[in-house]
């Protein structure tokens, strides 16, 4: 319990300095939303030039105080109340968010599940079988792979698998010719539209994951107890998988929370990449139309997942090192 309310204390504080940011970093950057609808209703505001006054004091924020809008921004914070998207007037935030938000997660979690489970099967076996193919040439070539950046690899996929082959669709979530719902053949289109953007991820990340693991089988491998089980004549693959891999498995368990948390955020390039209709894609809009709401329900709903996900790993690491718990 102790532990518990230690950790929650930490990251509320950061909680509140990350939602303070999130306030500030939208309002220091260049221009003004009120451009943006000057911009967009041009034509309108031409044959009625006081179109934009009962607008003006809602959009205009270099007008107004800051403390009074950070106030303001806690209030509605607190009721999870984003207000209106400015591009996309007079749409809620929150139905943006909700319906991006959900894409975003699929691919997170497709993605992270595969290679958490794929790299550290692949580091096992690497580690059991050091010399062997899978250690000389997976290993290093999975790290190359990672060397790139996310969106460089994305679109070497894109152009390879997408536009070459023609292997997979190159853009969106689904096809037009569709009909969205629990049916079989929305549910192939969406993993038809998902493949390249989920193999895009698998292949910035599934390196680290073979290392990490690899690395710390190797250390388990050299303790007493794995000598004393291949000893009692236990087969290998028993000795492998339930002594050597389970008890290296603690440092991967703890992580996967974290990584989860990073894939969201590493979607934002991913997403523009393939035009996928998530989160990122979502964020790029906001960013290039100073669309101050739905940025910062973006960044509060990503800041909220680091966050969380940090507070689940400690919390994983402390039930399944009970040492973690006493220090």
Same mark, same amino acid.
């Given at each position: 319990m102790r532990l518990l309310l230690r950790r929650l204390g930490f990251y509320l504080v950061a909680l509140w300095a990350a939602i303070t940011v999130n306030f500030l970093l939208p309002r220091l950057l260049p221009g003004n939303p009120i451009d943006y609808f000057l911009a967009r209703y041009q034509s309108q505001l031409a044959a009625n030039p006081h179109l934009l006054d009962s607008l003006r004091p809602a959009f205009d924020f270099k007008r107004q105080s800051l403390l009074s809008e950070y106030w303001q921004y806690l209030q509605h914070l607190v009721r999870l109340d984003f207000g209106v998207s400015y591009s996309q007037f007079p749409t809620p935030v929150n139905t943006l968010v909700g319906q991006a938000l959900p894409w975003s997660l699929f691919l997170a979690g497709v993605s992270a599940v595969l290679a958490f489970t794929i790299g550290t099967l692949l580091g096992i076996v690497a580690a059991w079988r050091r010399g062997s193919a899978?250690?000389?040439?997976?290993?290093?070539?999975?790290?190359?792979?990672?060397?790139?950046?996310?969106?460089?690899?994305a679109m070497l996929v894109l152009y390879f698998i997408g536009v070459t082959a023609g292997w997979f669709p190159i853009n969106h979530a689904y096809g037009d010719s569709?009909?969205?719902?629990?049916?079989?053949? +929305? #549910?192939?289109? /969406?993993?038809?539209? *998902?493949?390249?953007? !989920?193999?895009? &991820?698998?292949?910035?990340?599934?390196?680290?994951?073979?290392?990490?693991?690899?690395?710390?089988?190797?250390?388990?491998?050299?303790?007493d107890y794995i000598a004393m089980a291949q000893a009692k004549g236990l087969s290998n693959r028993r000795v492998m998988m339930m002594y050597a891999a389970r008890n290296a498995l603690l440092p991967q368990v703890t992580s996967f929370a974290i990584v989860l948390g990073y894939a969201v955020t590493s979607l934002v390039l991913i997403e523009n990449v393939f035009a996928y209709p998530g989160l990122g894609y979502l964020m790029v809009t906001a960013?290039?139309?100073?669309?101050?709401?739905?940025?910062?329900?973006?960044? +509060? #709903?990503?800041? /909220?997942?680091?966050? *969380?996900a940090n507070l !689940?790993?400690? &919390?994983a690491y402390?039930?399944?090192?009970?040492?973690?718990?006493?220090?």
């Open positions: 899978v250690d000389v040439v997976v290993t290093p070539l999975t790290m190359f792979t990672q060397s790139f950046p996310a969106f460089f690899v569709v009909q969205p719902g629990l049916n079989f053949s +929305f #549910i192939v289109d /969406v993993f038809r539209h *998902a493949a390249m953007p !989920i193999v895009a &991820l698998l292949l910035s990340s599934i390196g680290g994951w073979l290392l990490g693991m690899r690395s710390v089988m190797i250390n388990t491998l050299s303790e960013v290039q139309a100073t669309d101050y709401p739905l940025m910062q329900a973006i960044f +509060f #709903i990503l800041t /909220v997942g680091m966050l *969380a !689940i790993a400690d &919390l402390a039930l399944l090192d009970p040492r973690a718990a006493a220090s």
